[in-house]
């Protein structure tokens, strides 16, 4: 069966993957038709020692839409955007995605509200309000746990506020589905887990927040039941250690390609997540982003040592060229992968489970 057309918008690198380059690549080895428009166009990555280019501005962004519109190009089934760096090319798109919407009601729309990480904003702190302001526009939403703080103005400390920022997300700004992943599991999380989605403990370090990451689906799009409070899944996975780029922007792409219609997944044999729409898409990407990720650290751990040494910022900052070695040692190995991304290659399948007890216990 013929796969839906996508339009891409987000970052664009000469070398590696990261924004379009870890995700058209991807859409179209799952057979989708991706037109794709760059919010900026850059040599490589920022997690380089250096990078150059530009961005595109919001009125080359306008100019771009108004083009394939008048053209009749712009009819996408599915939208997927990604890193906007500044708040006049974010309204622009937002301005994009309203009419879209407006033009078809069933469009799948995949945000992944590129804000920051780990405490710190990658982006004009003016794009937040702008973000916040497009949620209802989503049928999916995917930030990180940083992200989810930003956008809720929740600190996420124990179930409660994890529960109170769903909650937010949900019925304050609209959002069907809210897919976080890479969370690190600390210990209050860990102890609120039903023991069946729960990671065994290594004897030798019992705490979890080293160790382990968790992803966690909210869908309020419950075919049994509907509406909220919603149904959330979660599954918990080993941490493979060391910084990557372009992971989020892998994963998204990849949700998005798997995310089906109700119409579509009920009928479908790979239903064994409760019949929900998203837990099944989620479990495919989680699944297919752990194995490349696990292949690009088999493939940086066999570079020789001068191309795998560890993150030392004052050497790096000494010596830009110990850290450059060391990040392309660790791009993600997407075309060696395909049959990752096919579903060709044998893998682990990371299925999603039902958090039961998620809003009462």
Not at 3 to 22: E, M, P, T
Not at 188 to 205: F, K, R, T, V
Not at 233 to 240: D, E, G, K, Q, T
Request: glycine content about 6%; proline content about 7%; hydrophobic content about 35%.
């Amino acid at each position: 069966m013929s796969k839906s057309r996508i339009l891409s918008i987000q970052s664009h690198v000469a070398f590696g993957y990261v924004g379009g380059k870890a995700a058209v690549f991807p859409l179209q080895c799952l057979g989708y038709d991706v037109d794709v428009v760059n919010t900026v166009n850059f040599s490589n990555h920022s997690g380089y020692a250096r990078f150059g280019g530009s961005r595109t501005s919001a009125s080359e962004l306008s100019t771009i839409f108004q083009t394939m519109e008048e053209n009749g190009l712009l009819e996408p089934e599915r939208l997927l955007t990604g890193y906007i760096p500044g708040g006049e090319a974010l309204s622009s798109v937002k301005d994009l995605a309203t009419r879209l919407r407006h033009k078809n009601s069933q469009m799948i729309y995949l945000l992944d509200p590129v804000l920051g990480d780990s405490g710190k904003l990658y982006v004009a702190p003016d794009v937040i309000p702008i973000y916040r302001s497009m949620l209802p526009l989503s049928t999916i939403i995917t930030p990180n746990w940083f992200e989810v703080e930003v956008l809720t103005d929740i600190r996420i400390t124990d179930l409660l506020s994890l529960r109170k920022a769903l909650r937010i997300l949900h019925e304050e700004h609209h959002v069907p589905n809210v897919v976080v992943s890479s969370i690190p599991l600390r210990a209050w999380m860990y102890e609120s887990l039903p023991s069946h989605i729960q990671h065994p403990l290594d004897a030798d370090n019992p705490q979890p927040d080293d160790g382990y990451l968790l992803c966690i689906s909210s869908s309020t799009e419950d075919p049994d039941r509907g509406g909220y409070p919603s149904t959330v899944h979660a599954r918990s996975i080993p941490l493979i250690p060391g910084y990557f780029s372009g992971v989020g922007d892998l994963f998204s792409a990849l949700l998005l390609a798997h995310y089906q219609p109700t119409s579509e997944y009920l009928v479908s044999e790979s239903v064994n997540a409760n019949g929900h729409p998203l837990p099944i898409a989620a479990s495919e990407a989680l699944s297919k982003t752990h194995a490349m990720l696990a292949l690009t650290q088999e493939y940086s751990m066999s570079l020789p040592e001068d191309e795998r040494l560890p993150t030392d910022e004052e050497i790096d900052e000494q010596e830009p060229s110990r850290k450059i070695r060391r990040m392309k040692g660790r791009e993600l190995r997407l075309i060696q992968g395909q049959d990752i991304i096919r579903g060709t290659r044998p893998i682990e399948h990371r299925k999603m489970e039902l958090w039961t007890g998620f809003w009462s216990s």
